[in-house]
């Protein structure tokens, strides 16, 4: 059983930087991509951030020059600083990780950007 659990999200004035973590634990054998997506209010959930294995990221256009997604692989770690956030970045965020067979979901963390 694989879990994700996340922090760093809360409240932030426009302007205003937060990170969030996610720490995966459980029997994962391998990991191949990390990534962050989010979801407002009324919306889909949409990707903000991936990482791959091999070195690679991706951002959505709405993110790219503002967040940094690493990650920490000793640690199954992923993170996504957040900076210049803007009250459209206002969402929960979660965390997914997909190994060699699954995927994993964690349990979505809010973050709220006031303007």
């Known amino acids: 059983q694989v879990q994700l659990v996340e922090s760093g999200g809360g409240l932030v004035q426009a302007g205003g930087s937060l990170k969030l973590s996610c720490a995966a634990s459980?029997?994962?054998?391998?990991?191949?991509?990390m990534g962050w997506y989010r979801q407002a209010p009324g919306k889909q959930r949409e990707l903000v951030a991936a990482?791959?294995?091999?070195?690679?990221?991706n951002y959505a256009d709405s993110v790219k020059g503002r967040f940094t997604i690493s990650r920490d692989n000793a640690k199954n770690t992923v993170y996504l600083q957040m900076n210049s956030l803007k009250p459209e970045d206002t969402a929960v965020y979660y965390c997914?990780?997909?190994?060699?067979?699954?995927?994993?979901w964690g349990q979505g963390t809010q973050v709220t950007v006031s303007s």
């Open positions: 997914k990780i997909v190994g060699t067979t699954s995927g994993y």
């Open positions: 459980g029997r994962i054998s391998s990991i191949n991509v």
């Open positions: 990482s791959t294995s091999g070195g690679g990221t």
